[in-house]
C-alpha cells in the first residue's frame, strides 16, 4: 500500500505540474491578445466542481476538478471541450477568440505545447546541472553482456563487450544501445581482447529485443553470492558469501541471467496453480563452488514464496568504475537540450511499434505512466520522468486530430492559407469526432492496464 501511494503521489503531482503549466502556455498567449479566459481548470469538473475562486479584478474563475485525467481553460468564443454552443450563436464581441486574427489564435492553440517542450529542455538541463551524470564506461563492463537466442544466431557470444555500430560508438549501457542495434548493419564487440565485427540485418524490431524473456543483450552479472539472509533457506542449507551457484534444480547457471530465466520459468509453472508442482518447487537443489575451490550440492526448502534468500554480486554497482561528469550553467543548458532532443526523437522512432500487435498492448494509461515512478521518492528520477512525460504530452497533443491542440493548429493553418475560415457547425462536428476518438483510446489504454495488472 505504501508503494502504490508513494508512487500516485509522484503521478498527480508530475501531472499537475504539467497540466497547470500547459494550460498556463494557453493562457499566456490568451491575456497576451486580450482574449478572455473563463474557466482555468486543474483536472476536469463533469457535472460538479469542488473547488473554485474568481478574483475580483479577474473575469477568470480557477477551479479544481475531481477527475485527475487532464485539465482546461475555457476561452472566449472558441469550440473546445466545453462545446459551449450557445455561446457561439451570439454576436461576435472584440474580447473573443474568434475575434482575433489567424496569427494570435495559432500562437494561443500552440502556447501548451510551446510550454510543454521548453520544460522539458529546462528540467533536462536543471538535473544535468544539479545531480551531473553518473554512468559507467561500457568498455568498463568487463563481464561483458548475456544475450539470447536470436543475438546469437548472429555470431554474438555471452561475454562480449558491446562497442559500438557501423554509426555510432556506445558510451554506456542505456536505451538508445539496443535502438541504435535494432538499426546497425554492423556491429562492433570486445571478445578476448580484440575487437570483432558482427553483422546485423539493420531493420531488427525494437519492441521484440525489449519483449523477448531473456532480452536481447543485458550486462552479464556472474552467480557470485554477495550476502546470505540468516535463517533463510539459502543459510540453513550451507550456502555463504562468496559462493558461486553452477547448478540449481539440474539447471547450469552460468550468470544470475540464467538464475532469473530459471525462475521466470518457475513462475509459469505457479501461475497455473496446481498444488503439487507448487510443493515440488519448494524443494530445491543448489550446486555451488566454494570460496575454496570445492563443490557440494545443497537441497533447499524455499520459503513461501519461493525466494532463497540471498543476494548476488552485482559488478555494476559493486565492481565496475562509475564516471561522474559534473555541468556548469552554460554547460548544462546544451547538454540538456541535446538530451531532450534525443529521447524525443527515439520516443518518435518507437511509436511505429503501436500499429503492431505487441505494440498495441503495449499502449497504457495512468497505470502504466505510475509504474515507470520509483518505489521511494527520489528527485533526480521525478524530475527525469516529468520532463519525459512533458515531452511525450506535446508530441502527442501537436498531432492533428480534432480536440487536440494539434487538430486546431491544422485548421488554422489551412485557415490562413486558403484564406477560408472553416464554419462553426464543421468544428463542432470535428471537435466531437475527435473526443470521441480520444476517449475509445483512452478505454483502450485503461483496459491495457488492467490487463496487464491482472494477466
Excluded at 14 to 22: D, K, P, T, V
Excluded at 64 to 83: A, F, H, N, Q
Excluded at 384 to 411: C, E, K, Q, R
Amino acid at each position: 500500500m505504501e508503494i502504490f501511494l508513494i508512487r500516485a503521489l509522484q503521478l498527480i503531482l508530475c501531472f499537475s505540474i504539467l497540466i497547470i503549466l500547459h494550460e498556463g502556455g494557453h493562457f499566456l498567449f490568451a491575456k497576451l491578445f486580450k482574449v478572455r479566459v473563463e474557466k482555468f481548470c486543474l483536472f476536469f469538473d463533469p457535472w460538479f466542481t469542488p473547488l473554485k475562486f474568481k478574483p475580483k479584478w479577474s473575469d477568470t474563475t480557477y477551479c479544481l476538478g475531481w477527475l485527475p485525467l487532464g485539465g482546461y481553460v475555457k476561452i472566449s468564443g472558441m469550440i473546445d471541450e466545453s462545446m459551449d454552443k450557445e455561446q457561439m450563436k451570439q454576436p461576435v464581441k472584440p474580447w473573443e477568440f474568434r475575434a482575433k486574427p489567424a496569427w494570435q489564435r495559432l500562437l494561443i492553440m500552440v502556447g501548451g505545447v510551446l510550454v510543454n517542450f521548453v520544460l522539458a529542455f529546462v528540467i533536462y538541463s536543471s538535473v544535468l546541472f544539479t545531480w551531473g551524470e553518473k554512468y559507467v564506461p561500457i568498455e568498463n563492463m568487463t563481464h561483458g553482456f548475456q544475450f539470447n537466442e536470436q543475438a546469437h544466431s548472429f555470431g554474438l557470444q555471452d561475454g562480449d563487450i558491446l562497442l559500438g555500430t557501423n554509426e555510432t560508438t556506445f558510451r554506456d549501457f542505456n536505451s538508445n544501445v539496443l535502438r541504435d542495434i535494432s538499426n546497425a548493419t554492423t556491429l562492433r564487440v570486445r571478445r578476448n581482447g580484440k575487437e570483432v565485427a558482427i553483422s546485423l540485418p539493420g531493420n531488427l524490431s525494437l519492441l521484440e529485443m525489449i519483449k523477448q524473456d531473456p532480452p536481447f543483450a543485458a550486462p552479464l552479472i556472474p552467480a557470485v553470492v554477495d550476502s546470505v539472509i540468516p535463517n533463510g533457506a539459502a543459510a540453513k542449507a550451507g550456502v555463504t558469501k562468496g559462493c558461486v551457484v553452477l547448478a540449481y534444480n539440474d539447471c547450469a547457471i552460468r550468470s544470475v541471467n540464467d538464475y532469473n530465466l530459471n525462475r521466470g520459468r518457475m513462475n509459469d509453472i505457479l501461475s497455473a496453480g496446481k498444488h503439487a508442482d507448487s510443493l515440488r518447487l519448494r524443494n530445491a537443489t543448489l550446486v555451488v563452488q566454494r570460496p575454496a575451490g570445492k563443490t557440494d550440492t545443497l537441497k533447499l526448502q524455499l520459503s513461501e514464496d519461493y525466494l532463497m534468500g540471498l543476494a548476488w554480486v552485482n559488478p555494476i554497482t559493486d565492481e565496475y568504475k562509475t564516471v561522474t561528469r559534473e555541468f556548469t550553467i552554460l554547460e548544462s543548458i546544451p547538454a540538456g537540450f541535446s538530451y531532450g532532443w534525443s529521447v524525443l526523437t527515439g520516443y518518435v522512432e518507437d511509436l511505429k511499434y503501436i500499429f503492431t500487435s505487441e505494440g498495441a498492448k503495449s499502449v497504457g494509461s495512468f497505470g502504466a505512466i505510475g509504474s515507470m515512478f520509483p518505489t521511494s521518492w527520489d528527485w533526480q528520477r521525478f524530475w527525469n520522468l516529468t520532463a519525459f512525460i512533458s515531452l511525450i504530452l506535446a508530441f502527442m497533443n501537436i498531432l492533428p486530430i480534432p480536440a487536440l491542440d494539434g487538430g486546431h493548429v491544422f485548421f488554422l493553418l489551412v485557415e490562413v492559407i486558403t484564406r477560408r475560415k472553416p464554419s462553426d457547425a464543421f468544428m463542432e462536428k470535428a471537435q466531437m469526432i475527435g473526443m470521441t476518438l480520444l476517449l475509445l483510446l483512452m478505454a483502450f489504454a485503461i483496459f491495457n492496464d488492467f490487463r496487464n495488472f491482472l494477466w
